[in-house]
């Protein structure tokens, strides 16, 4: 019972020490995101993509803030779709490293991330 823990403990410390997310000042929508992942600034919690369909534009990068969802701080990693001056735009928000690659790895990797955590503790107990 003790070692998921201790690897749990592990993980949540070295991500607490240096989160890397991926870091894209400009990029373009119709071109596949080749970024790698960077290390954060001392204190960031989260990573965060803002999207603008009517561009085509994205930005990715580090926040030092946790995720917000309807004002709630500390809100659980969420993306979110606002149409604001004629602007269509989506706003991700997630914790862990490289969690704002792409929506799709995003959360195929997350759900990998589960189910071997999972195995894992099936193995050990
Ligand atoms: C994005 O890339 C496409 C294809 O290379 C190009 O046609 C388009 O102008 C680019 N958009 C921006 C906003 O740079
Ligand atoms: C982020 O969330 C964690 C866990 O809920 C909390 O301990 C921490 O104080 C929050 N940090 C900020 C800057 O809101
Ligand atoms: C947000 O808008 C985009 C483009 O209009 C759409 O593809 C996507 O499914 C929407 N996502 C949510 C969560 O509504």
């Known amino acids: 019972m003790l ?5 749990t403990l592990a993980i949540a ?4 020490f240096a989160l890397q997310c991926h870091v894209v000042p400009a990029g373009n929508l119709s071109v596949p995101d080749t970024s790698q992942r960077q290390e954060c ?3 960031s919690l989260t990573c ?6 009517t561009r085509g534009t994205y930005t990715k990068q580090c926040q030092t803030m946790n995720c917000t969802l309807n004002g709630m701080q500390n809100a659980a990693a969420n993306c979110q779709n606002s149409s604001a001056f004629g602007v269509n735009g989506a ?3 997630c914790y862990g490293d490289g969690c704002n690659s792409s ?7 997350a759900v990998g991330i589960t189910l071997g955590f ?5 193995i050990m107990t």
């Open 3 to 7: 070692r998921p823990i201790f690897i």
């Open 13 to 16: 410390v070295y991500t607490a």
């Open 41 to 43: 600034g001392i204190g």
């Open 48 to 53: 965060v993509k803002v999207v603008d369909f």
């Open 91 to 93: 706003t991700c928000c």
């Open 103 to 109: 929506p799709k790895t995003g959360i195929v990797s």
């Open 118 to 122: 999972i195995s894992l503790m099936k």
